[in-house]
T-cell receptor, first 115, second 115 residues
Framework: GAVVSQHPSWVICKSGTSVKIECRSLDFQATTMFWYRQFPKQSLMLMATSNEGSKATYEQGVEKDKFLINHASLTLSTLTVTSAHPEDSSFYIC???????????FGDGTRLSIL | GENVEQHPSTLSVQEGDSAVIKCTYSDSASNYFPWYKQELGKRPQLIIDIRSNVGEKKDQRIAVTLNKTAKHFSLHITETQPEDSAVYFCAASKGITGGGNKLTFGTGTQLKVEL
């Protein structure tokens, strides 16, 4: 089946640091990638949708200048959390969607802890 | 936008019993409804999905029913086993598979199967 690789799986860093998370589709071309955030014991909340070669579409309430998304190729999208603060600590999950009838495929997630 | 409600938030059943989780959606344009199983700290895993042109779908012990008129869909797990214990999320999308269309998730159901 389709594989989506997400790195790193765990990040602990100091407040004010910027953190980059990578999401790669390993065996298919992902025309669209989605970034979700999940707080403990809560649901997945969509942050933004990115299409290869174009600007990401952010959901209401998500700061685009704080959560920078780049989708430079059909196999790679990155999420950069700029100047991270403790309230940004969460589980970030990407998913990739290809063309045709295939559903989205999720990465393994990145647990971000800001001290 | 789409709003997906999910009930119950927690569900405890005895091993071998059936479990039913219900979701309602608000946007009549939604036409793809996947169900995900998520274990602690891991990515959501697609367990079954249904499209709006189908009323019911079954895969071994798991079945999903859809009532488009009432805008609700349900997950049915029969002969539950301890390994079924996890958080289950329903979702809705306007895309035919959700591959290129964003998913709106329900709030999740913590299922516990007791011996």
């Amino acid at each position: 089946g389709a594989v989506v690789s997400q790195h790193p799986s765990w990040v602990i860093c100091k407040s004010g640091t910027s953190v980059k998370i990578e999401c790669r589709s390993l065996d298919f071309q992902a025309t669209t990638m989605f970034w979700y955030r999940q707080f403990p014991k809560q649901s997945l909340m969509l942050m933004a949708t990115s299409n290869e070669g174009s600007k990401a579409t952010y959901e209401q309430g998500v700061e685009k200048d704080k959560f920078l998304i780049n989708h430079a190729s059909l196999t790679l999208s990155t999420l950069t959390v700029t100047s991270a603060h403790p309230e940004d600590s969460s589980f970030y999950i990407c998913s990739a969607g290809g063309k045709g009838q295939q559903p989205q495929h999720f990465g393994d997630g990145t647990r971000l802890s800001i001290l | 936008g789409e709003n997906v409600e999910q009930h119950p938030s927690t569900l405890s059943v005895q091993e071998g019993d059936s479990a039913v989780i219900k979701c309602t959606y608000s946007d009549s344009a939604s036409n793809y409804f996947p169900w995900y199983k998520q274990e602690l700290g891991k990515r959501p895993q697609l367990i079954i999905d249904i499209r709006s042109n189908v009323g019911e779908k079954k895969d071994q012990r798991i079945a999903v029913t859809l009532n488009k008129t009432a805008k609700h869909f349900s997950l049915h797990i029969t002969e539950t086993q301890p390994e079924d214990s996890a958080v289950y999320f329903c979702a809705a999308s306007k895309g035919i598979t959700g591959g290129g269309n964003k998913l709106t998730f329900g709030t999740g159901t913590q299922l516990k199967v007791e011996l």
